[in-house]
């Protein structure tokens, strides 16, 4: 029996053909975070998945959405209690939503503390032009015995990515970050056991179409090639990582 594949960071609400890729993915050999932009889309989220253990669901309040005005906080909050896995949620400085950045900072802010408040909860974090503030914010607002972050996409400086290591931050990675040397620089420098597998999809392309779930294996082989590991030894690690996590 091989280890599961991981990816921890999806989108599976937001492709055209969505429910069957839901059902395509249900019970798969593959371990799955699927994130939502939208607290309204939690219910429904959580129907297409139905009880199978292989697909998390996460309760997500996307910044870009919060920048261009969308206060969903109060619904945020009365779902919380329905769910472990919280995201995408965090803090984007590109210019097209820089001008919403002191809304975003408030919202996240609340994200955090609520999860501290529940204890136990996992995040995935979106944090676009704004890794000292999301850091500065976690470790603020959300220490490592209330809860576990995840940085998505997370492509910084090695100063960044170790200052994220020692608030007990891990990363999913997705094959894009491994197309700059700039990008694989910080990857390689990500510790072993702190990094986990993601697509991103649909927000990715894999042969020229957008990445699924199982695309996550051509970001295994990528990652492989960076760390100089094999393919079968590091998929047994993050499949160990993804259980130290969970725990």
Not at 16 to 28: A, I, M, Y
Not at 73 to 93: I, K, M, W, Y
Not at 218 to 240: C, H, M, P, Y
Request: contains cysteine; proline residues 5%; hydrophobic residues 35%.
């Amino acid at each position: 029996m091989h280890p599961p594949l991981v990816d921890y960071h999806c989108h599976l609400d937001l492709y055209p053909d969505h429910e069957s890729l839901f059902e395509q993915c249900r019970g798969s050999e593959i371990e799955i975070l699927t994130v939502t932009t939208t607290p309204r889309a939690w219910k429904k989220n959580k129907e297409l998945a139905g009880e199978c253990s292989n697909i998390r669901r996460g309760l997500g309040l996307h910044p870009q959405l919060v920048a261009e005005g969308l206060n969903e906080s109060p619904l945020f909050e009365s779902l919380l209690s329905e769910t472990r896995f919280v995201g995408e949620v965090g803090l984007d400085a590109s210019p097209r939503f820089y001008k919403g950045f002191e809304a975003q900072k408030r919202s996240f802010e609340r994200v955090l503390c609520c999860c501290a408040e529940y204890g136990g909860k996992i995040l995935s974090i979106h944090s676009v032009r704004t890794a000292r503030e999301s850091l500065a914010m976690i470790e603020k607002f959300l220490p490592s015995d209330k809860g576990k972050a995840i940085l998505h996409w997370f492509t910084v400086s090695k100063s960044e990515v170790k200052r994220a290591v020692e608030l007990g931050c891990f990363f999913s990675v997705n094959g894009e970050m491994l197309k700059r040397d700039s990008i694989r620089a910080s990857v390689a420098s990500m510790p072993l056991d702190r990094i986990l597998t993601e697509t991103d999809g649909p927000f990715t392309n894999t042969n020229g179409r957008p990445s699924v779930p199982s695309d996550v294996s051509s970001t295994l082989t990528g990652l492989a090639f960076l760390l100089q590991s094999d393919f079968a030894s590091l998929r047994s690690q993050i499949a160990t990582n993804l259980r130290n996590l969970e725990a």
